[in-house]
């Protein structure tokens, strides 16, 4: 992805807010963060962030809220917020850190634990080296952070609550793939169980780690998705065609699903000239999975694809119906703040979620599409997989 350099960032960052994003003009959330900083924190930790440079050595921490404030670090609850609350949300987390193994058992980390199994936000005392800095991260992939500080000592100062069902999973031994999905079963949220693996509270206790946050939240989606797919597997064919759509920060999304067994295609497309795609020729991203599932990662999509590919599996399952899905996504001039993958999630849950349209042919379906998306569907037909194949059930009524 190319970035285009800022003038106070001089390249450092491949995103910030510096640059002429859509944000009102009064939008004045820099200095309101500064002024509550000190080198002194009391008040509720909502999760915790583990980095990834310098692995097998990372950054972790809690996320203090300078402010308590619902949804603060639940993207389930952002859906349909504009830019400036989300990124005002973020501003209000410091994302505490120190140098720790990812194999570490120290107390700190043990702390740390205690408090992305926490059933709700929990008080803490932190006492930083030097008074945190307002120095806001975007990214492609994970969620936008506020400022950062180095902890000195970190206390947690009332008991932690965790649910009864967290503490026996946690408690049991089970690999972290069976635990997240006895999680996620149980009513918790991939966000949550993203937070909880990360803090290496997961797994048989001899192979516990911690694992980067941007690693954490793709390998929930996937491991819950798998399940998913595996039950989806046993449900009968849909036996129509139906297109789902969302849009969301200007990101734009037409779900197709046809009859047949379980297939999966996922499509991006960026607006040319955009500050994420400077180019002037539209290029048509494609990522396919078989009904055997994958082998290699989806490095051209990345945690996109993996966002989208779980909540189609989450659709499917919602419906009771095995399917070929095909997911357009188009990414269109507004989208100029990245917010992370979760938006992606929570596009394709969203339109799930949504009335429908029906046909009786996929030729009816795709003619439907044409107006719905600026990229001429032939254009899309020649680079899928699915979408060339040729079945009975395409051209009956």
């Known amino acids: 992805m190319v970035s285009i350099q800022c003038p106070i960032c001089r390249g450092k960052r491949p995103f910030c807010i510096h640059k002429s994003y859509p944000l009102p003009k009064n939008f004045s959330m820099e200095q309101k963060i500064?002024?509550?900083?000190?080198?002194?924190?009391?008040?509720?930790?909502?999760?915790?962030?583990?980095?990834?440079?310098?692995?097998?050595?990372?950054?972790?921490?809690?996320?203090?809220?300078?402010?308590?404030k619902i949804g603060i670090d639940n993207p389930s609850e952002w859906f349909g917020k504009p830019y400036e609350d989300i990124i005002e949300l973020r501003s209000l987390l410091i994302r505490s850190q120190q140098k720790e193994s990812i194999f570490s058992k120290s107390r700190f980390v043990m702390d740390n634990q205690e408090l992305a199994l926490a059933s709700r936000p929990t008080d803490t005392e932190i006492t930083y080296k030097k008074s945190p800095i307002y120095n806001f991260t975007l990214s492609d992939s994970i969620q936008p952070m506020g400022p950062v500080g180095s902890v000195e000592k970190l206390r947690v100062t009332e008991n932690v609550k965790i649910s009864r069902q967290v503490d026996k999973v946690v408690s049991d031994?089970?690999?972290?793939?069976?635990?997240?999905?006895?999680?996620?079963?149980?009513?918790?949220?991939?966000?949550?169980?993203?937070?909880?693996?990360?803090?290496?509270?997961?797994?048989?206790?001899q192979n516990r780690k911690m694992v980067p946050t941007r690693w954490s939240l793709t390998a929930s989606q996937t491991i819950i998705a798998d399940q998913l797919i595996s039950e989806i597997k046993d449900f009968p064919s849909i036996n129509e065609y139906r297109v789902y759509s969302s849009e969301y920060l200007d990101n734009h999304f037409e779900v197709l699903i046809m009859p047949?067994?379980?297939?999966?295609?996922?499509?991006?497309?960026?607006a040319p000239g955009s500050n994420w795609y400077p180019h002037t020729k539209t290029r048509i991203i494609d990522e396919y999975e078989p009904y055997r599932g994958r082998t290699a990662y989806a490095e051209s999509q990345a945690g996109g694809f993996y966002s989208s590919r779980c909540g189609v599996a989450m659709g499917l399952k919602g419906i009771k119906k095995q399917a070929r899905v095909v997911v357009f996504r188009e990414v269109y001039e507004g989208y100029s703040i990245?917010?992370?993958?979760?938006q992606i999630l929570e596009n394709?849950?969203?339109a799930f979620s949504q009335p429908y349209e029906r046909f009786n042919t996929k030729q009816e379906a795709l003619n439907y599409l044409k107006t719905k998306l600026r990229i001429p569907v032939d254009e899309y037909i020649k680079k899928s997989i699915i979408l060339k194949q040729r079945k009975l059930t395409d051209f009956l009524p």
């Open 34 to 68: 500064k002024d509550k900083l000190s080198k002194d924190f009391y008040g509720p930790s909502y999760s915790v962030f583990v980095g990834q440079y310098g692995y097998p050595d990372v950054n972790i921490g809690p996320l203090a809220g300078l402010e308590a």
């Open 173 to 205: 031994e089970l690999k972290a793939s069976e635990a997240a999905n006895v999680l996620y079963k149980s009513g918790i949220d991939v966000y949550k169980i993203s937070s909880i693996l990360s803090s290496g509270a997961l797994g048989l206790e």
């Open 338 to 342: 990245p917010v992370g993958s979760w």
């Open 348 to 350: 394709v849950i969203n």
């Open 260 to 270: 047949g067994n379980w297939e999966f295609e996922n499509f991006e497309v960026w």
